[in-house]
């Protein structure tokens, strides 16, 4: 999933890396980010990071929630290459609902 990539910044990695890392926090906060929301790259990853971080958090068995942390780290690091990654039904859950 290459769309957008002449349009990627590092800026864009290091967000949508964070926003792994500290979801679902920090995603909440990017969405409110004039200067953020908006970014095809950003976006697409900052709206599945604030799912698995919700999941993460809801998910009442604490090694559930560690696993899912560390696919979250993962997918952070994936998104700070540059790359989009496609998580198995968020992905298609966000760009149904044309969230990314």
Same mark, same amino acid.
């Given at each position: $999933? @290459?769309?957008?990539? @002449?349009?990627?910044? @590092?800026?864009? =990695? %290091?967000?949508?890396?964070?926003?792994? &890392?500290?979801? *679902? %926090?920090?995603?909440?906060?990017? $969405?409110? $980010?004039?200067? !953020?929301?908006?970014? *095809? +790259? /950003? =976006?697409?990853?900052?709206?599945?990071?604030?799912? /698995?971080?919700?999941?993460?958090? &809801?998910?009442?068995? +604490?090694?559930?929630?560690?696993? &899912?942390? +560390?696919?979250?780290?993962?997918?952070?690091?994936?998104?700070?290459?540059?790359?989009?990654?496609?998580? *198995?039904?968020?992905?298609? +859950? &966000? !760009?149904?609902?044309?969230?990314?």
């Amino acid at each position: $999933m @290459s769309q957008f990539n @002449s349009e990627i910044t @590092s800026d864009d =990695k %290091l967000w949508a890396l964070l926003a792994y &890392v500290f979801s *679902p %926090l920090l995603p909440i906060i990017i $969405m409110l $980010m004039e200067d !953020k929301k908006n970014r *095809p +790259f /950003l =976006k697409a990853h900052n709206a599945q990071a604030l799912i /698995l971080g919700i999941i993460t958090v &809801v998910t009442s068995g +604490f090694c559930v929630g560690i696993l &899912v942390w +560390f696919y979250q780290l993962y997918l952070g690091y994936k998104a700070y290459q540059g790359e989009y990654v496609e998580v *198995p039904v968020i992905t298609n +859950f &966000v !760009k149904g609902q044309g969230w990314a």
